[in-house]
């Protein structure tokens, strides 16, 4: 049964770092890799998808890793901002057309 | 880019009534339906999910004769929470997905059952 862990669990930085945000998942067979963006009782706002084939993704400041045979993935957060502030969730498919399994999250503080 | 409409957004009502939540694909065709639930500061969790024109499947733990599914067309998904109580309480989140492409999430209902 696949399982993801999102390390830390929350984050607060001064405005202006960059930053690492972990996710990592216990069976390797994912057909992409989805970071996502939740504002407090929002839905889900997709940032980033990295198909099983590729490496990483880039959209803007923010930069996703991916080492499938590892099990683990990064976000990487340039020259944060306190509109960054929210909760970023990653989540794998096994396949296509499966359900995600999501993490429990990183719940990020920006300070101004 | 492809739109999932999720209504209502915000739903509070007494002890016992029942909820009916749709979310429905508006640019594309949706083959599978998904059901997540949301508690505080907890990750989504899959609660069933569906394919058009056949019964859910649901995961172990939730129980289909509360959590009705309905996914009639390839466009829309009805979520019924039969008789609901206060535990039931929680952010429910649908997502659409054509074929294997990507799915795509609505934007959630927050239900409060007092």
């Known amino acids: 049964k696949q399982e993801v862990t999102q390390i830390p669990a929350a984050l607060s930085v001064p405005e202006g770092e960059n930053l690492v945000l972990n996710c990592s998942f216990t069976d390797s067979a994912i057909y992409n890799l989805q970071w996502f963006r939740q504002d407090p009782g929002k839905g889900l706002t997709s940032l980033l998808l990295?198909?099983?084939?590729?490496r990483e993704q880039t959209s803007g400041r923010l930069n996703a890793s991916l080492d499938k045979s590892s099990g683990r993935s990064t976000l990487y957060i340039a020259a944060s901002q306190p509109g960054d502030s929210a909760t970023y969730l990653c989540a794998v498919p096994f396949s296509g057309n499966t359900p995600l399994v999501f993490g429990k999250g990183t719940r990020l503080s920006v300070i101004a | 880019g492809a739109v999932v409409s999720q209504h209502p957004s915000w739903v509070i009502c007494k002890s016992g009534t029942s909820v009916k939540i749709e979310c429905r694909s508006l640019?594309?065709?949706?083959?599978?339906m998904f059901w997540y639930r949301q508690f505080p500061k907890q990750s989504l969790m899959l609660m069933a999910t569906s394919n058009e024109g056949s019964k859910a499947t649901y995961e172990q733990g939730v129980e289909k004769d509360k959590f009705l599914i309905n996914h009639a067309s390839l466009t829309l998904s009805t979520l019924t929470v039969t008789s609901a109580h206060p535990e039931d309480s929680s952010f429910y989140i649908c997502?659409?997905?054509?074929?294997?492409?990507?799915?795509?999430f609505g934007d959630g209902t927050r239900l409060s059952i007092l």
């Open positions: 640019d594309f065709q949706a083959t599978t």
């Open positions: 990295i198909q099983s084939s590729q």
């Open positions: 997502s659409a997905a054509q074929g294997d492409q990507p799915q795509h």
